[in-house]
């Protein structure tokens, strides 16, 4: 049995490595590596996987969706085993540790099909090393910014949709468990399973595409068997990371995009390393993006910061829903489904840019009226490509320091100590 590594906190946070502190546009203009593709190596697709129960465990239909088959797939095995950040030769178990994950794919000549489009012929490549793993990755993330997912029929995606396969790619998801999934669904009620009821029956209510694929009873196990699992999982700065009000809305994108195995592991993958302080009881990370999208809309535009502050209006008190469901409360979902392309390639701190971003596109309107809180109640319907294209703008005036610190706030405890002190 492999052993298990405990990291630091500065490796064991996110799988975007050091990748994380770099600004979008910076790492648009990093060039690839020049061995990073068609070497006869290990696939690095996740969607080669070999579906199987290898448990042994029937997957049991409770609800009217049917689960998928256990997935497994391999990764590149990283020639130094020691860890480092940006690797990616770890499968995520528990909070803050990891377990090596080594590849049994035999080694093959590896062809790619020029009538393809960029996503799969990133997806299809095969790799060597770890280097080449992380090249293939930073040029994922390129593809995402500059091009973008092509478009979806998003009431008839398959469970193996392009979506769902990047997005387990970008959060490092490359082994699901049936077993273990089950396991916790046979739990029975969690301790918070009222409070999870209490928020199911309406997440996404008024999205028809949204209901017609993801069921009421798919959100409470998914989030029922995540309480469970984080009860046995290490704490974050002393504070338990649980189920809160509005993750029920952060766990939808993942629901709707893949299978409901595939969605509990993925978004467990990105509670615990996106954004683990997004979920703790005192909603630490969250308080601590609001407070940084006021420094950051001060320095963006200070017009617009000082009316909204001449009426009374802080980010805690507008901008709450969006900070803490990365904006997936705004609809449409389409559009909910592209921002977060952009957000899990390269970092949900950028989430806070994204709603200073949708402020500006409405500036005028907010400048003009006399009671702006009117009008940010509700937020007008996402274009993800416009806040997105600003937000890539606005990235490059934040000051290092008030970056860095935007980079760590949703995982790192120290962020509040210091924004405390600041004030």
């Known amino acids: 049995m492999a052993p298990v590594i405990v990291l630091p906190p500065s490796l064991h946070i996110s799988p975007y490595g050091s990748a994380l502190q770099e600004k979008p546009s910076n790492l648009l203009m990093q060039k690839p590596y020049k061995d ?24 049991k239909d409770t609800s009217n969706k049917p689960f998928a088959t256990e997935t497994k797939c391999v990764k590149a095995r990283s020639q130094n085993n020691s860890p480092t950040q940006g690797q990616h030769s770890f499968a995520w178990t528990k909070y803050k540790s990891v377990t090596p994950v080594s590849s049994h794919a035999p080694m093959q000549r590896h062809q790619v099909d020029k009538s393809s489009n960029p996503f799969e012929e990133i997806l299809d ?133 893949m299978s409901e195995i595939d969605a509990f592991f993925s978004f467990a993958t990105f509670i615990q390393t996106c954004c683990p302080l997004y979920v703790t009881p005192t909603l630490q990370g969250v308080h601590c993006g609001l407070k940084l999208l006021d420094k950051c809309l001060q320095i963006l535009d200070p017009e617009l910061f000082n009316y909204l502050r001449s009426k009374c209006l802080k980010a805690e008190i507008y901008a709450l829903s969006s900070i803490l469901t990365l904006c997936a409360c705004t609809p449409p979902l389409e559009q909910v489904l592209r921002l977060w392309d952009f957000l899990l390639a390269y970092g949900v701190h950028l989430n806070v840019l994204c709603v200073i971003a949708q402020l500006i596109l409405m ?35 934040i000051p290092d320091k008030l970056y860095d610190l935007l980079v760590r706030h949703p995982f790192d405890p120290d962020v509040a100590t210091i924004l405390e002190k600041e004030k």
């Not at 009117?374 to 319907?381: A, D, F, S, V």
């Not at 274009?383 to 703008?393: C, E």
């Open 36 to 59: 990073s593709f068609g070497h006869s190596t290990p696939n690095l697709n996740s969607h080669t996987m070999k579906t199987n129960t290898e448990d042994g465990v029937p997957l």
């Open 125 to 257: 490549t095969s790799h060597r090393t770890e280097r080449e793993v992380r090249a293939s990755l930073s040029k994922l993330r390129r593809v995402i910014l500059t091009e973008g997912l092509p478009e979806e029929d998003l009431p008839k995606l398959t469970l193996n949709s392009l979506r769902s396969r990047v997005w387990k790619h970008l959060l490092g998801v490359y082994h699901v468990s049936a077993r273990e999934y089950i396991q916790l669904i046979n739990k029975g009620r969690s301790c918070v399973y009222d409070k999870v009821r209490n928020d199911t029956f309406r997440t996404l209510a008024t999205d028809k595409k949204f209901l017609e694929k993801v069921n009421e009873e798919m959100l409470i196990r998914v989030l029922n068997a995540f309480a469970w699992k984080m009860k046995s999982s290490s704490s974050c700065n002393g504070q338990s990371v649980t189920y809160v009000q509005g993750m029920n809305v952060l766990v939808a994108p993942f629901l709707f995009t």
């Open 363 to 397: 500036r005028k309107q907010l400048l003009k009226a006399p009671s702006p809180m009117k009008l940010l109640r509700t937020m007008p319907e996402l274009n993800a490509k416009q806040i997105i294209k600003l937000t890539v703008q606005l990235a490059q005036k």
